[in-house]
């Protein structure tokens, strides 16, 4: 080092930034986690390099395998539904990729609900396919449509409530009775539920087995909606409760090399706090527009799990006591073409044209009927179905925009 009297070099005043001894002192606390963030994690010792674990999250290793910050959202989703154990990917749809990949292997047969989520379906039919993978679909309106479509390959199933855009609420506890049976016969088949519309406080998955059955074995989340919040984050779960499971998918999850940045975990984690108002908001304005869109003679049928008369309700009636904030409605395809359909999206000012939901904005989307669902009085069925996703504006404002964007019906 070079002293006092004489000027440092670039390098070495670099040293001395990298290498500064001080430390904050300990025992800070705020209302909100700190954000800690690392790709290289710095060992005291060769003996704490060896030794330390990153596993049961007793220590530290490498960004990817968690910081303080993410071991406090992971802690925080699982006590959402009664799960244990929360591993984080980049998106929703990286972490029904992330259980696929763990799960599935070359033979294995995998059953998709007729409404999954599109991207899911994607995934199976697609990257599955080429990794020797069947896919088989079935009614979730009928646990006996299940029970057909099971094979003694079959290793997983996967769930939807409500369903994807057509929001059916299927008898869960009926469908997880038929693979309980089976696995009973053929080995396990592990039923996988993805959770993004309950988000952990409609229903608890969990436990809705029969009695001395346990409920689903994982769930996903994308926490790109309801518990971030804000339209602005991309990210993903996978819950367990099993820690054989869990430690299946988080070697999974450490090969394929999955990380989240510490700046989206840091507003998931200061969205967590509000989700349950922000949750019964949506919901309680969500049905109030989904009663008044039953009176529109525009409108053929209301897709809405809370609404009587909705496919499913009285399961959703059984299980839940929220319904988070999606309505769909579908027009009849021989009074309005999609032309006009388009026209009256097009129309409203405060419902936005947009893919996701759960943020502050309302959000449109409109879709083709035809070849969307193969069961249900929905297969085949010409028209367009535009689903409404629900924000935090003023309901009255909301309906209010509804009703002149229907006068581009007329």
Known sequence: MTSRNQPRSLSEA????IHHPYEAPGGFQSVQPGVFKASTVVFEDTAALRSREWKDKTGYTYGLHGTPTTFVLEERLATLEGGRQVLLAPSGLAAIALVGQSLLKAGDHLLLPDNVYGPSR????????QWGIATGFYDPMDPASLAAALTPATRLVWLEAAGSVTLEFPDLAGLLGVIRRHSAQHGEVLAALDNTWGAGLAFNPFDLGAQGEHGVDLTVHALTKYPSGGGDVLMGAVVTR?????????LTHMRLGLGVGLNDVELVLRGLPSMALRYAAHDASTRQIAAWLQGRPEVAQVLHPALPGSPGHAHWQASCSGAAGL????FDGARFTSARVDAFVDALRLFKIGYSWGGPLSLVMP??????????PLAGQPGTL?????????????????GQAFEALV
């Open 327 to 330: 309505v769909s409605m579908v």
């Open 367 to 376: 879709y083709g009927l035809q070849g969307m669902r193969r069961f249900g």
């Open 242 to 250: 099993d820690e054989a499971l869990h430690l299946r998918l988080k």
């Open 386 to 402: 535009v689903r409404l996703a629900v924000g935090l504006e003023d309901t009255g404002a909301l309906l209010a925009d509804l």
């Open 14 to 17: 670099a040293t001395e930034l």
């Open 122 to 129: 994607d995934f199976a039919r697609h990257e599955l396919a």
